[in-house]
């Protein structure tokens, strides 16, 4: 059984970094590509950041480019520097089966998710 498990989130200052992590249990050989979502209170989750398994293909979210760097080694990351308020959100963990992971309908695995508070 195929199990993603994220650590890393807590609260910080705006300007901030936080390191996200995600580790994963079970027939992981299938995935083909992994990701980041995050769901801000009341907001629908959204794609943030997606990484091919071979690691030569990565794409960000506007929003993130340039502050946020996936990466997998052994796990897979999220380096987020300057945190912004607006990055305030449930973070989580995906993996895709079937190609690259661009949004969430692609998700054949989920985390349980990680709290990120970024305070002004």
């Known amino acids: 059984q195929v199990k993603l498990v994220e650590f890393g989130g807590g609260s910080v200052k705006a300007g901030g970094s936080l390191r996200l992590s995600c580790t994963t249990s079970?027939?992981?050989?299938?995935?083909?590509?992994m990701g980041w979502f995050r769901q801000a209170p009341g907001k629908e989750r959204e794609f943030v950041a997606m990484i091919s398994m071979s690691g030569t293909t990565t794409y960000y979210a506007d929003s993130v480019k340039g502050r946020f760097t996936i990466s997998t080694e052994n796990a897979l990351y999220l380096q987020m520097n300057s945190l912004k308020p607006d990055d305030t959100a449930v973070y989580y963990c995906?993996?895709?089966?079937?190609?690259?992971?661009?949004?969430?309908?692609?998700?054949?695995?989920w985390g349980q998710g990680t709290q990120v508070t970024v305070s002004s």
């Open positions: 079970g027939s992981t050989d299938r995935f083909l590509s």
């Open positions: 995906a993996a895709d089966t079937k190609g690259l992971l661009y949004n969430a309908n692609g998700v054949d695995y």
